[in-house]
């Protein structure tokens, strides 16, 4: 079998389109938030690993930092153990830290290791506890109620928000060549243990690793205007203005408070990008167009 006259040229121009690419991000680290959707396909889930192992051969340091929102999930539910979202975050009590450090600690962390294995990479899995990674503190969330002068404080349990990233250990993965592979779970000095939004995590790491890029993969095309139609190429003002206006909401709101604080915080770029496509992740960093949402200080394309 060899490619015909059309395919070649097709083939010839998408590996040239990659070369700047290639020689641009050389030895620069790229932090991927893997979750959602994405997780729980198969194929997606290997065309993920693929990708990772290409930017690693090619001279990149990717990061990768998962979920498992829909894995602590099934869990819980077969063990009927009731879960409540608060503004987006999984209120945690004791019994559900441990379903929580269990499933991403463990079996949703070993499978990306072992996918990436698979597809001739050399990963590593640590969890925030690990090495000291991350360091957190309990989250304060407030509801302002209509009618109400004062906010109300909600106890949402053992769910934290970084307070310091130790980046050392992750300094001894990467000079060892090896691709880290992250669990959101966080600790205090006093060893408690805290379950911590995997967005959260990704944009703090970014910041601390000063990273090239940003990669948050998710279940939309990007971030969507009023209209529906994804937004690319937005400045940090840009994105202030929808926040304000409330384009974005729910759990987007997050996300993109992450994306913003990352490319604020000296990170080149972040974008927003769709998990639900195969290689989303190599076609964001390889052409031209990229994919998804880039938020960058000045908004360019
Ligand atoms: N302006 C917006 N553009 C895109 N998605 C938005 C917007 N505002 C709110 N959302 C919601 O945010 C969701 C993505 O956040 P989330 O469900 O937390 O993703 P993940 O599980 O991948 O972390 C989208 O599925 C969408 O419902
Ligand atoms: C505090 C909080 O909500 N933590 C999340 C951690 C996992 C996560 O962030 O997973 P996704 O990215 O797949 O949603 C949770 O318990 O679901």
């Not at 597809?119 to 969890?127: C, Q, W």
């Not at 990229?290 to 908004?299: A, E, L």
Request: glycine residues 12%; negative net charge; proline residues 4%.
């Amino acid at each position: 079998m060899s490619l015909t006259p059309d395919s070649a040229m097709n083939a010839a121009r998408v590996l040239t389109e990659a070369l700047p690419y290639i020689q641009r991000f050389t030895g620069r680290t790229i932090v991927v938030k893997f979750g959602g959707n994405a997780m729980v396909d198969p194929t997606l889930h290997e065309s993920f690993a693929r990708d990772i192992v290409l930017m690693k051969l090619v001279g990149m340091n990717p990061v990768v930092v998962h979920g498992g929102g829909p894995q602590i999930g099934k869990l819980l539910e077969k063990l009927n153990i009731e879960s409540e979202f608060v503004e987006g975050m999984r209120v945690t009590d004791s019994q559900t830290m441990d379903v929580v450090e269990m499933v991403l600690g463990g079996s949703v962390n070993k499978e990306i290791v072992s996918s990436i294995s698979r597809n001739g990479g050399k990963a590593i899995g640590v969890s925030g506890k690990d090495g000291r990674l991350i360091r957190a503190k309990p989250m304060k969330v407030t509801r302002q109620t209509p009618g109400m002068d004062a906010a109300e404080i909600i106890d949402i349990g053992q769910v934290g928000e970084v307070s310091q990233i130790d980046r050392e250990i992750l300094d001894v993965i990467l000079d060892s060549n090896f691709i880290p592979v992250i669990a959101p779970v966080g600790s205090d000095d006093e060893g408690n243990t805290f379950n911590i939004n995997a967005d959260l995590v990704a944009g703090k790491i970014a910041q601390v690793m000063q990273a090239e890029k940003l990669m948050l993969l998710t279940n939309v095309e990007g971030l969507l205007d009023a209209t529906g139609s994804v937004l690319t190429g937005l400045s940090t003002e840009k994105v202030d203005e929808l926040i304000a206006d409330g384009t974005v909401h729910g759990g987007m709101l997050p996300k993109i408070g992450c994306a913003l604080d990352a490319v604020k915080s000296g990170v080149a770029s972040a974008h927003i990008v769709d998990g639900r496509v195969p290689h989303a992740v190599l076609l964001e960093i390889f052409t031209d167009e990229g994919m998804g949402t880039k938020i960058t200080p000045r908004g360019e394309d």
